[in-house]
């Protein structure tokens, strides 16, 4: 079966060349690539168009929208959605998409994803943050099954329209609306970058509080501000022998924040 591998990237140009090159080196006997440039500024274009690879242009308006219009453009009988900041063991296609070509599954994700950048500090803070083991990007008990598809079948994915534009965990509203989980591929070994700059923090924070998973209610609110924000930084710093884990909270929660002040003014505003 034809795989169309979609990569939704924006301002990507310090990552998506490592990507490219990990997914054109792919065993899969017959896979596409498409990366879907999502109204990037920098050279993310440039970059892609060094590759043997299909670049499609669209305006930026998110990850939803983004691979929504990468699935219009696949001649595959199988999607793939993939980020631009992850890499991928040569046999990682070929592993991911293997209980769908026997028939089993409808749709599959990988537990074997490893952090990318395990040696810079923010990214490990990341980790801590999610209450992840360090260097791993899903739990040791991870259930074999999951909401977010890495791949699934062409037909099943239009079925449903593809993905609602609702901004943060966009991901998992085609396993909502299947009322069906993704079933996890052994052997998709892959590694996806945290975080790992401070500014990167606060940009995904934002974006994390932006999304409708995020409580609206005082409590909740009270949870990320500064005195519960400085408490839970030094506990968990302490804990953890992390002492970035301090500034990390204070500016994950005030993006998280900024992010949710930004959803109440403008609800339908789902960019990062």
Not at 196 to 223: F, N, P
Request: glycine share 8%; proline share 5%.
């Amino acid at each position: 079966m034809r795989v169309s591998v979609i990569v939704a990237a924006y301002n990507e140009e310090h990552c998506i060349g490592d990507c490219l090159t990990t997914l054109i080196r792919q065993t899969h006997p017959d896979f596409e690539v498409t990366v879907v440039d999502d109204g990037s500024t920098d050279k993310t274009r440039e970059i892609v168009q060094s590759y043997s690879v299909m670049l499609v242009q669209g305006e930026h308006r998110g990850p939803a929208v983004a691979r929504n219009l990468g699935a219009e453009h696949a001649s595959g009988e199988i999607l793939s959605f993939l980020d631009a900041d992850m890499t991928f063991d040569p046999d990682y296609l070929a592993k991911l998409v293997a209980p769908i070509e026997a028939g089993k599954e409808i749709g599959t994700f990988t537990k074997d994803e490893f952090v990318a950048n395990n040696d810079n500090p923010w990214a490990v803070c990341w980790n801590i943050n999610a209450g992840l083991p360090k260097g791993r990007r899903y739990p040791l008990d991870q259930p074999d099954e999951e909401p977010v598809f890495r791949a699934i079948l062409k037909s099943v994915f239009d079925s449903v329209g593809g993905y609602d534009d609702i901004g943060y965990a966009e991901d998992r509203t085609i396993s909502r609306k299947l009322g069906k989980n993704a079933i996890y591929a052994p052997g998709a070994v892959c590694y996806h970058s945290n975080p790992g700059s401070i500014s990167e923090v606060y940009r995904e924070a934002r974006w994390y509080g932006k999304g409708d998973q995020v409580g609206k209610d005082a409590l909740t609110i009270l949870r990320y501000t500064l005195p519960f924000s400085l408490k839970n930084g030094v506990i968990r710093a302490y804990k953890h022998r992390e002492w970035h884990y301090v500034p990390f909270k204070l500016i994950f929660d005030f993006g998280v924040l900024r992010g949710m002040l930004s959803r109440a003014l403008s609800s339908k505003n789902h960019m990062k």
